[in-house]
């Protein structure tokens, strides 16, 4: 199977997908799948613009609304995770995970899928130690605080893919598993991007869960994006045990480093996406404890036996089928004579796909839960946390020639 993985994507779908069909006309070679490792960007529409995290004058339709609204179709069948530039209304509505446009697949917050017979899991989002005890408790309209944590990295999420046992073949991650320098060439990685080295030293450069997920899960490959560089590592995870081949790659632009095509040993094609029986069977055990308010999680009130729940997700897999629900619009997409958010939807919209996986779990609806608690969740003194809840000092200064103007913002997450 051969695999193009990119780097971020940032909208500009028009130019990934033609690089690709040019490679395979150029190679004759049939690419069969595209994964994105964040900053996706799936803008529909001007209304999600105001929720990505953008100074307002780097917010743009970009290409990805062509996609949603049918006028064209990928013409590879692409998964992606989200990053810390993302329509962020948009992919809650897919928390568990679905189709954003037709052949276009959003892993989830936390996901595992299998295409073909190659299991694919991974994390969206970026690591922030103080929300990510935190259970997820933005709500539209996300104020200035929200619209940033919205993608920060919880504890409930990684949880949940630290109960994997099964083998993965693939994980994506938007930021690196912290320490995964001590892999690779760092040398050459400080003659890119000196301005690491501080951060490398003091073992805050990437995303600690992420390492504990590389060390529990031990995929083949990881992919991730976010620092625009390309940066190759080889984990060896134990003497004469399993090894990982991690890969980072840029941001699309001329000249830089944002794709590259894997060979993953695999089945013949040709190939179809999947859901996956354990990871359903872990979305089932811990759906009863997902946390909507600032409040840690308590995950020993998930008292569903995981073997029963892999049961229960069997027997109905086998009944239904293995397909994800069916791509659907859930609201007007972008219109190039009118430039009016205010003819959109306004506030949180529940997608049919997801409200078609929970009833086929039996699982409650909670996406939208606001009844409980909302003080709570917006107050202050209800924050778990451990350190500062200071959003301006967050962020990691990446430097590059082309991110100055926009790291000058507020917020200079990549």
């Known amino acids: 199977m051969k695999i193009a993985v990119e780097g ?33 960007q ?4 001007e209304k999600d613009l105001e929720s990505l995290n953008v100074p307002p004058k780097y917010r743009s339709m970009n290409s990805f609304w062509k996609y949603y609204s049918g006028e064209k179709v990928a013409p590879i069948p692409t998964i992606f995770i989200g990053g810390n ?7 809650w509505e897919l928390y568990y995970g679905g189709w954003v446009a037709p052949q276009i697949y959003f892993l989830g917050f936390a996901g ?15 690591y922030k130690r103080h929300h990510y005890y935190s259970g997820h408790y933005e709500k539209l309209p996300y104020n200035e605080q929200e619209i940033r944590s ?13 109960q994997v046992e099964e083998p993965i073949d693939i994980f994506l991650s938007h930021d690196w598993p912290v320490g995964i320098t001590d892999y690779g060439n ?13 951060e490398i030293l003091e073992g805050t450069l990437g995303s600690q869960p992420a390492a504990e997920l590389l060390g529990k899960l031990r995929p083949s490959y990881w992919f991730s994006a976010h620092l625009h560089c390309k940066f190759s590592a080889l984990v060896q995870h134990r003497e004469g045990g399993p090894s990982t081949k991690f890969l980072a790659l840029d941001k699309c632009l001329p000249g830089r480093k944002f794709l590259q095509i894997v060979d993953i040993d695999s089945q013949p094609g040709p190939y179809e996406l999947l859901y996956d029986e354990e990871w359903l069977s872990i979305t089932r055990k811990f759906n009863s404890v997902f946390p909507l308010t600032r409040k840690r999680a308590n995950f020993s009130d998930a008292k569903l036996d995981i073997h029963g729940c892999r049961q229960f997700v069997k027997n109905k897999l086998q009944t239904r089928g293995c397909k ?8 007007p997409y972008h219109n190039p004579s009118q430039f009016n958010a205010n003819y959109f939807p306004y506030g949180h919209c529940r997608n049919p796909q997801t409200e078609a996986l929970l009833k086929f779990l039996d699982l409650q609806y909670l996406l939208d839960n606001t009844a409980e608690l909302d003080e709570l969740s917006r107050s202050p003194g209800s924050f778990f946390s451990t350190g500062s809840l ?3 000092s967050e962020d990691i200064p990446i430097d590059d020639v082309d991110d100055v103007e926009l790291n000058e913002a507020d917020d200079a997450e990549t």
């Open 8 to 40: 971020c994507m940032h909208g500009d779908l028009d130019n990934v997908y033609a690089t690709l069909l040019h490679l395979q006309e150029v190679e004759n070679m049939k690419i069969d799948l595209l994964i994105c490792c964040g900053d996706f």
């Open 42 to 45: 799936a803008v529909r529409n």
């Open 85 to 91: 530039h993302e329509a962020s209304n948009y992919l």
């Open 112 to 126: 595992v899928v299998k295409f073909g017979n190659v299991r694919i899991g991974g994390l969206s989002g970026i």
């Open 150 to 162: 919205i993608y920060h990295v919880r504890e409930y999420d990684v949880h949940k893919l630290m």
């Open 186 to 198: 760092l040398k050459n990685l400080l003659h890119q991007k000196p301005f690491f080295e501080e």
């Open 324 to 331: 994800p629900f069916e791509f659907v619009h859930t609201v």
């Open 390 to 392: 200071d959003n301006d």
